[in-house]
């Protein structure tokens, strides 16, 4: 697991890039990215340590701060994709702000911003939908941070994943994907607490949920391939084959909020 999230943080191809003095330059620029990154997740962590004593006196402000700094880092995040010129096509129907969840195939790391920066695509106020059509007559590019902050706190996007439902990367998130294993499942109480909070939320939830679990990777799926012919399972060309348990946690407990 560790060499695995080591590959897809891009350790590997980093020493790729330092085998040629002429990619020094964008080297130094990923490693400012990621500190950038690192740095306001350690902000975070400390102000979720500082605050824990008045979790059970105002919760509800504790939260709504810890959304906020959710909110400052996905955007943070798109910013970093928009300055590095990663276009992203959004095709198909128009999504509804409404609650929902999104079971999604897991092809990198980046799958964890697409949602945030679709948050941004769908719910805007009118006038950022006015300035975005005066920016396309005129041939412009949309500036994606120029969006409000609060824009992405509505839907609120969640992840349920590795034993937990989050929204921003902390240490426990990472504790729990060296923890676990791929087919891990929650019981019923369980569910019942790690889903309390989105159940008794009173504002639209989008949850993610990715059923493949792992990271899509070429030797993984050949792997899978010869073990699905094996057993005389459907064998999948692009993705991984489903882990059921954590995706049925999913599917049954969140279907009691979408509605």
């Not at 929650?186 to 889903?195: H, Q, R």
């Not at 799926?221 to 882990?243: D, T």
Request: aromatic share 16%; charged share 20%; proline share 3%.
């Amino acid at each position: 697991m560790k060499s695995e999230l080591l590959d897809h943080i891009g350790v590997q191809t980093l020493k790729q890039q330092l085998s040629s003095t002429s990619n020094y330059m964008r080297v130094t620029r990923c490693l400012c990215f990621v500190t950038m990154l690192l740095s306001y997740f350690v902000v975070y962590e400390i102000f979720s340590a500082a605050t824990i004593g008045v979790k059970y006196l105002i919760p509800q402000t504790r939260f709504s701060y810890k959304r906020y700094f959710a909110a400052g880092f996905w955007t943070l995040c798109i910013y970093i994709l928009e300055l590095n010129n990663i276009q992203v096509e959004i095709t198909g129907d128009e999504l509804e702000t409404e609650n929902a969840l999104f079971i999604s195939n897991h092809a990198s790391l980046i799958d964890y911003i697409i949602y945030p920066y679709l948050v941004l695509k769908s719910t805007r106020k009118p006038s950022e939908l006015e300035a975005a059509r005066k920016n396309e007559k005129k041939g412009e590019p949309e500036k994606i941070f120029a969006q409000d902050l609060s824009s992405i706190l509505l839907p609120r996007i969640s992840f349920f994943t590795w034993y937990a439902i989050w929204f921003i990367p902390s240490f426990r998130v990472f504790r729990n994907v060296f923890q676990a294993d791929e087919n891990w499942e929650l019981n019923d109480e369980t569910l019942g607490f790690v889903f309390r909070d989105l159940l008794d939320s009173e504002v639209v939830d989008w949850l993610v949920t990715f059923p493949e679990v792992n990271i899509f990777t070429k030797k993984d799926a050949k792997l899978q391939q010869g073990l699905s012919e094996k057993f005389y399972l459907p064998v999948l060309n692009n993705l991984l084959y489903p882990r059921y348990s954590s995706f049925a946690n999913a599917k049954n407990t969140a279907g009691e909020y979408i509605v």
